[in-house]
């Protein structure tokens, strides 16, 4: 991400404490099982930290699931 404004502030402002980083990493893994009108899909995602701030200066990464049942 070359810029984000919601973490780094708006340029004009001046330096921020927080440090965001430039390249970040997410691998996402699931799975999707139909049967007749039903469908269950999972996902699992994994994503590298966003950004440190010297109180965290390495935070720990951020990992979210995610189920859903379809009737069609």
Do not use: C, Q
Not at 9 to 15: C, D, E, L, S, V
Not at 30 to 48: D, E, I, N, P
């Amino acid at each position: 991400m070359a810029s984000n404004e919601v973490i780094d502030g708006r340029p004009r402002r001046g330096a921020s404490d927080v440090g965001s980083k430039h390249l970040v990493g997410e691998l996402r893994t699931g799975f999707s099982y139909g049967m007749g009108r039903w469908t269950v899909t999972y996902l699992m995602a994994w994503r590298g930290a966003e950004f440190s701030t010297p109180d965290m200066p390495n935070p720990p990464s951020v990992n979210y699931a995610s189920i859903m049942l379809v009737y069609e």
